[in-house]
C-alpha cells in the first residue's frame, strides 16, 4: 500500500473522534459505506480493539486492495460489495438490527483518480468510463454519444452547476456525428472551445464541473446519496453515530437537509409543550459543515474541498 500523501484518509483523526463515543461501546460495529482504500476502517479498528466492521464499496478492486490492507484484523471485518444505499439490506443479510457508526466518505476515491484507464481525471488522457463499478452500466462515453443536447445539457447544469451547459452539450452533439466521443482529452478540449475566454481564466481547470457531472450521472450518486443517508440514520442505535464527508455542494446539501430533519423538527414557533413524537431525535456534532484545517490540507491536498457533518441519535423516530 503507497503511503504517498494521496492515499492518507482525510481527516482521519478528527473522523476517528467525532464516533469515539459510540465505537467505544463493547460489541459495536461500524459500517464505513464508502471504504475504498479502507484508511479509516484500519485508524477504527486499531483504536477500538473490540470493534467489528462491515465495509461497503461497489468498486471491486477498493474491496480487493482495502482486503489486504484489513487482513491482519481477521474476522473482526466483513466486506460486502454493494452501494451505500443497499446499506440496510447488507446488514438484514448479516442478522444486524443497529449498528453504533456509520461513515461514509463520498466522492471519488485516490485510488479511482490515480488509476487512468478509469477515466475520472480530466488531467490526462483516458477511455470515457468513469463506473465506480467497472463490471455494469453505462459509460460516460455511452452518455456523451447517447444523450439529446437537453438531456445533456440539463445533467452538465444540474449535477456540475456549469453555466455554460447549453453550449458544451449543443457542441457535443454536433461533434459526435463525426466521430463517437471515446477519450477524455478530446472532451475536455471540447470544453474549453465551448467556454468564453475570460470565464476560463478562473476557477481552475473548466473541465472539472463536466467531469463531475458526468460522474454522477453515470453512478447515479444523488439519487443513492437521498436513499442512503436516511436508512443509513434509521439503522443506527441509541447512541449510534453517523458521519458524513462531502466534496462539493450537492452532495453537502443532501446530508444538511437529512440530518437537519432529525435534530430539528418542524413546530410551530413558541409551542409551549413539544409533543414527545415531535421532539428531536437527533443531535448535531458539528456546527455547519466542518472544514479541514490549513496543516491538514498542505499535507494531504483532498482535503481542501471537504464538508465534514456528524450527528447523535437519541432516540427511535418518531
Not at 65 to 76: D, H, Q, V
Not at 220 to 238: F, Q
Request: charged content about 25%.
Amino acid at each position: 500500500m503507497s503511503t504517498s500523501p494521496r492515499h492518507l484518509p482525510v481527516l482521519r483523526d478528527r473522523v476517528i473522534a467525532l464516533l469515539a463515543p459510540a465505537l467505544e461501546v463493547p460489541g459495536a460495529v461500524l459500517v464505513d459505506a464508502t471504504l475504498g482504500l479502507g484508511g479509516h476502517a484500519e485508524c477504527a479498528l486499531e483504536t477500538f480493539p473490540r470493534l467489528s466492521l462491515v465495509g461497503l464499496d461497489r468498486d471491486h478492486e477498493a474491496l480487493r486492495l482495502s482486503a489486504e490492507r484489513l487482513a491482519p484484523f481477521g474476522e473482526r471485518v466483513t466486506l460486502v460489495h454493494a452501494v451505500y444505499d443497499e446499506l440496510p439490506d447488507v446488514l438484514a443479510r448479516l442478522g444486524l438490527l443497529r449498528v453504533q457508526g456509520v461513515l461514509f466518505d463520498l466522492g471519488v476515491s485516490s485510488m479511482q483518480l490515480d488509476e487512468r484507464d478509469r477515466g475520472f481525471a480530466y488531467a490526462q488522457d483516458a477511455p470515457l468510463d468513469m463506473r465506480m463499478d467497472a463490471t455494469t452500466g453505462p459509460t460516460a462515453a455511452d452518455v456523451l454519444n447517447t444523450y439529446s443536447a437537453a438531456e445533456l445539457a440539463r445533467v452538465l447544469r444540474m449535477y456540475g452547476e456549469e453555466k455554460f451547459a447549453g453550449r458544451i452539450a449543443s457542441r457535443v452533439v454536433s461533434e459526435r456525428q463525426a466521430a463517437p466521443f471515446t477519450s477524455s482529452a478530446r472532451l475536455v478540449d471540447l470544453i474549453r472551445e465551448s467556454i468564453p475566454a475570460a470565464a476560463r481564466r478562473t476557477g481552475g481547470n473548466p473541465a472539472k464541473r463536466t467531469f463531475q457531472a458526468l460522474r454522477i450521472e453515470v453512478n447515479g450518486e444523488l439519487d443513492a446519496l437521498r436513499r442512503a443517508i436516511p436508512a443509513a440514520l434509521d439503522c443506527l442505535a441509541v447512541g449510534g453515530r453517523i458521519v458524513v464527508m462531502s466534496y462539493q455542494s450537492l452532495e453537502d446539501r443532501i446530508v444538511k437537509h437529512s440530518l437537519h430533519a432529525g435534530a430539528h423538527p418542524d413546530v410551530p414557533v413558541g409551542l409551549p409543550v413539544v409533543p414527545p413524537a415531535l421532539q428531536p431525535w437527533l443531535r448535531l456534532l458539528t456546527r455547519g459543515a466542518e472544514l479541514a484545517p490549513e496543516d491538514e490540507v498542505a499535507a494531504n491536498p483532498r482535503a481542501a474541498s471537504v464538508r465534514v457533518r456528524a450527528a447523535e441519535r437519541l432516540a427511535v423516530a418518531a
